[in-house]
């Protein structure tokens, strides 16, 4: 499935006739299963629902990295409009082999945006660990859920 809802950025500062490559990766927020206290009997609201701890977390999924469609691109091209990562799918099935991201459902995770800078020197190996930066949104965190999970879906 895809995310919901899409994660979108607003870029600047970018060298506008350099090459980048932007992706995103998703880190567990911490060690714990949550599960959902609705409310109460006939009266369903989601945002009076609240999240309690139902125990320790599952084991952690395969680290993958979604990398934007229109990678690589020239600074101009990224900071010109909303970059949209709205074909990200998430899935919660470890054999996925669509190279899906791959979560586990009712856990929270944070989403991380990276900037790839393509470095064209032939030794740019050299400056890996420089030619990136990473932005965390800590409004961004969300608890992972599958649609089954919503009885009115």
Known sequence: RRMFPTFQVKIFGMDPMADYMLLMDFVPVDDKRYRQVPSP??????HSSS???????????????????????????????IVSFDKLKLTNNLLDDNG???????????????VVYVDPRKDSEKYAEENFKTFV????????????????V
């Open 41 to 46: 009997p006939g009266r369903y609201a989601f």
């Open 137 to 152: 949104f800590e409004e961004t965190r969300f608890t992972a859920v599958t649609a089954y999970q919503n009885h009115r």
């Open 100 to 114: 899906h991201i791959i979560l586990n459902s009712m856990h929270r995770y944070q989403p991380r945006f990276h």
């Open 51 to 81: 999240w309690l701890v139902a125990g320790k977390a599952d084991p952690a999924t395969p680290g993958r990295v979604h990398y934007h469609p229109d990678s690589p691109a020239k600074g101009a091209q990224w900071m010109k409009q």
